[in-house]
């Protein structure tokens, strides 16, 4: 039989209208917003259908909203038959969809957690004085010498996300960012630009967020997952509520390890992967690192159709 992963998006899959094709007062979507936002004391369906797009794509909104569309869509296809998962992960923001398909925490609690993470990753470097980039046509090896070569010279950039074969993005002070910029461009990068996001996510520069979000998370209760749940700070299956705790702290100043988690899932005998939540940014990525899987979206009413009609 055919193994199955779902794996849930992280920042930068978010629009204004996602879900609308979806959304029906009183079913399971508008039911999942409707628990959202009583957790964030806000209407968030009305900000991700009304927009504005500034507020939407602010991180501490940005969070809940992909979080709880993820989520949504994760029930929605519950309502139907879905195969047997074998295996859950999120990119970044992802990985709290995950662990709230996988029963780890509850969603209420992951709502109010993202909202807070959101907040904390925005404060911990003031707006304007640090960024990322995606450095593209590198190998892993490259771009992380580099950033150690120019760090070394002052400032704070590294790799903070391994996205896929050649397709790496890096995160730090503005300075130290765009000296990596025009080492890579030198070393042979087919490009090397700078990211619209509002802060150095996944570097040291997350450390005091990191710290600020651990005690929010101490208050939290996790269980033991029901799906097998692998994190990004170390591509990784964590069975153990508190080890997966701490990995959340240190996901926040360290790299996303997603390269080697699509390869860890196909080594693993995983042939199809779904990618749930709005876009289909991990789609491609996931094609690019391991031709082998079977990548589906569900991300709309056709796509969720499309996707349990050829899960069988």
């Keep these: ?35 959202a936002s009583e957790a964030l ?11 504005p797009v500034e507020q939407l794509n602010q991180t501490e909104f940005t969070q809940p909203a992909l979080l709880t569309a993820s989520i949504a869509l994760w029930r929605l296809a519950h309502e139907q038959t879905v195969p047997t998962i074998d295996v859950v992960a999120g990119h970044s923001l992802g990985e709290y969809s995950a662990l709230v398909a996988a029963e780890v925490i509850s969603f209420a609690d ?42 070394a010279q002052g400032g704070v950039v590294q790799a903070a996300n391994f996205n896929a074969n050649g397709q790496v993005v890096i995160a730090g002070d503005n300075a130290a960012l ?36 651990a005690l ?32 959340l702290v240190a996901q926040m100043y360290s790299a996303v390890l997603w390269t080697n988690t699509i390869q860890l899932m196909a080594g693993d005998g995983i042939q199809t992967v779904v990618e749930c939540g709005p876009g289909k940014v991990l789609a491609g990525l996931n094609r690019r690192i391991e031709k082998s899987l079977v990548s589906h979206s569900l991300n709309s009413a056709a796509g969720l159709e499309k996707t349990l009609a050829e899960l069988g």
Excluded at 6 to 16: D, W
Excluded at 41 to 51: F, I
Excluded at 198 to 204: G, I, K, L, T, V
Excluded at 216 to 236: C, D, G, H, R, Y
């Design 41 to 51: 004391g806000y209407d968030l369906w009305a900000l991700v259908k009304n927009g």
């Design 110 to 151: 992951a709502a109010k957690l993202v909202q807070k993470r959101g907040q904390f990753m925005q404060t911990a470097v003031p707006l304007g004085e640090g960024g990322m980039a995606a450095i593209l046509g590198l190998d892993d090896e490259q771009v992380t010498d580099l950033c150690k070569s120019v760090s």
């Design 1 to 35: 039989m055919s193994k199955l992963a779902f794996v849930f998006p992280g920042q930068g899959s978010q629009e204004v209208g996602m879900l609308q094709d979806v959304y029906e007062t009183g079913n399971v979507v508008s039911k999942t917003f409707d628990e």
């Design 216 to 247: 929010e998370l101490a208050a939290v209760e996790f269980s033991a997952p029901k799906i097998k749940v692998v994190q990004n700070v170390n591509a990784e299956a964590c069975g153990d509520p508190t080890q997966i705790r701490k990995n």
């Design 178 to 213: 765009e000296r990596a910029i025009e080492a890579c461009k030198t070393a042979g990068a087919k490009r090397a630009m700078p990211l619209a996001v509002s802060a150095p996510f996944h570097s040291a520069l997350m450390q005091p967020a990191a710290e600020k979000l």
